[in-house]
Nanobody
Framework: QVQLVESGGGLVQAGGSLRLSCAASGRTSRRFVMAWFRQPPGKKREFVAAINRSGGSTYLADSVKGRFTISRDNAKNTVFLQMNSLKPEDTAVYYC?????????????????WGRGTQVTVSS
């Protein structure tokens, strides 16, 4: 079992930045591919970014490329999502997820463990 707890969400103006953190406990998170998903109001959950076990490979959704960066600190069992140049359309609940497999997956059903989410609101 892995427990995931997100933090760092909040209210920010368009063009601003936020850094989300996901702290993992239980089984060591270095055994998992980690990802961020988000669910905008009234919409389905969507993939944002994923990072492999070592942190050497990442994949980001086209909508956030060039603005968001995913990273991890395996010594601290923590994954980060640095979000720059935020837009109102980035407003969503952001979820951290862990996948015991090796491949970077972009579908939510591939992930075994989920956090409860953190709200990000970007005002125009």
């Amino acid at each position: 079992q892995v427990q995931l707890v997100e933090s760092g969400g909040g209210l920010v103006q368009a063009g601003g930045s936020l850094r989300l953190s996901c702290a993992a406990s239980g089984r060591t998170s270095r055994r998992f591919v980690m990802a961020w998903f988000r669910q905008p109001p009234g919409k389905k959950r969507e993939f944002v970014a994923a990072i492999n076990r070592s942190g050497g490979s990442t994949y980001l959704a086209d909508s956030v490329k060039g603005r968001f960066t995913i990273s991890r600190d395996n010594a601290k069992n923590t994954v980060f999502l640095q979000m720059n140049s935020l837009k109102p359309e980035d407003t969503a609940v952001y979820y951290c997820a862990a996948d015991a497999n090796i491949r970077l997956e972009i579908t939510a059903r591939a992930y075994d463990y989920w956090g409860r989410g953190t709200q990000v609101t970007v005002s125009s």
